[in-house]
């Protein structure tokens, strides 16, 4: 049997000081964009998606605290603390910074390069179970590719064991009563140290550590540091508080919903088409369920409200009012905002009238309500199989989808 243990708890450092020099924008790449996000803001959603994770500490230099923890606060999990400590004069220096810093109710210390951005969860899981069961552990990837040394004058000196070459990635994490006495000491005595497990490797040598462990890495876990390491990714080299490009288009979805009760002696429109039905939609307007729909979708996307606040139905206006003419009037406001229509799709639900007959009728009247292409506006027609108020067609119901543009 064995006795229930509760989940350990884990402290992440993030070494964020990076200078950028090799990247050549001049500032600390962590701020750099990377899908119009900083890098370290992908950083800290990717520490924050494992539950373990109760705290996020950055490191850096003390003029940048404000800029990186407005960069990072966005995206840290609401249950993750995020916390800022100063670097120290060398990357050992800073991540002992973190370190001392850090919730001394984690057990379990990670570190994770700044500049990391595509770090996911199951490598993190990884890396925090193998520190966890073995007490030190990272992230490496085996190389693929015969390695030799070569001495200083470019000599082949020896054709080394590929299986035994790994490269070094973080996460790099540690049980707290293992790895930071290593730190302090490391520190103290000037260890010479390449990365943060090296640290522990040299404890490892020093006798105060059993073994450190590698487990599989992720070849898309790279750290950023010359633009040549995107190749796939969008990285902008700009500061995040200038404008986004102009040359890139965006995209704004929106949905729209309308029921109108059919009563008899009222003329039956839908789409801008006038239907034979003995029949027709009651409504401040000319009723049109459909062009509604369309019409709410519209502005929705275009995030101005909807139908009721341009045309407020308590509004001797829009008595008996050409639905038609209220989509012209909406779809030039949302023009007036940078907007072109990729495409709609849309959906009547009803009984009667029967829409397939003229569904390609109406189609082309949207289209040209919407001076697009008729292949940018689809029309579907439903039934409620005979049920509720709709299948006795005492009401009918419409619902559009819309994708604007904006180049
Ligand atoms: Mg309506």
Not at 11 to 25: E, L, M
Not at 207 to 222: C, E, I, T, Y
Request: with cysteine.
């Amino acid at each position: 049997m064995h006795a229930p243990h509760r989940t350990p708890q884990v402290s992440a450092i993030v070494p964020a000081a990076g200078s950028g020099t090799r990247f050549g924008a001049g500032r600390n790449k962590t701020l750099l964009l990377l899908e119009g996000e900083p890098l370290i803001a992908h950083v800290v959603r990717a520490l924050g998606a494992d539950p373990r994770v109760a705290e996020i500490v950055l490191v850096g230099k003390g003029n940048e605290r404000e800029e990186l923890l407005q960069a990072a606060a966005p995206a840290c999990a609401p249950r993750v603390a995020l916390r800022w400590t100063e670097g120290g004069a060398e990357r050992r220096d800073s991540v002992r910074n973190g370190l001392e810093a850090a919730d001394p109710a984690s057990e379990i210390l990670l570190v994770h390069d700044g500049a990391r951005p595509f770090l996911s969860a199951v490598v993190l899981a990884r890396v925090i179970d193998a520190a966890i069961a073995q007490g030190a552990a990272l992230c490496t990837l085996p190389a693929i590719d015969t390695v030799k040394r070569v001495d200083a004058a470019g000599r082949v000196l020896a054709t080394l064991d590929r299986r035994e070459i790994h490269f070094a990635q973080t996460p790099q994490a540690f049980r707290r009563e293992l790895g930071l006495p290593a730190y302090r000491r490391a520190c103290a005595e000037g260890w010479p140290t390449t990365d943060d497990v090296h640290v522990l490797e040299l404890a490892v040598e020093h006798g105060a550590l059993p073994a450190v462990f590698a487990v599989a890495g992720d070849p898309a876990n790279r750290k950023i540091t010359v633009p040549a390491d995107l190749p796939s990714a969008r990285l902008e080299t700009r500061p995040m508080s200038s404008a986004p490009p102009a040359d890139r288009p965006s995209f704004r979805v929106g949905s729209g919903f309308d029921l109108h009760r059919m009563v008899p002696g009222r003329p039956c429109i839908l789409g801008g088409v006038l239907f034979e039905h003995d029949r027709g939609p009651l409504g401040h307007s000319d009723g049109d369920a459909l062009l509604h729909a369309l019409t709410d979708a519209l502005l929705g996307a275009a995030g101005l409200d909807d139908l009721g606040t341009f045309f407020p139905d308590t509004d001797p206006r829009w008595q008996g009012a050409d639905s038609a003419a209220l989509l012209r009037e909406a779809w030039t406001r949302v023009r007036e905002k940078g907007y072109a229509l990729e495409n709609c799709d849309l959906v009547v639900i009803a009984e009667r009238p029967k829409l397939a007959p003229r569904r390609a009728e109406v189609r082309a009247r949207i289209a040209a309500l919407l001076e697009v292409e008729v292949e940018r506006v689809n029309l579907k027609g439903k039934t409620a199989e005979k049920l509720g108020p709709i299948g006795a067609g005492e009401a009918i119901v419409a619902q559009a989808t819309v994708l604007l543009r904006r180049n």
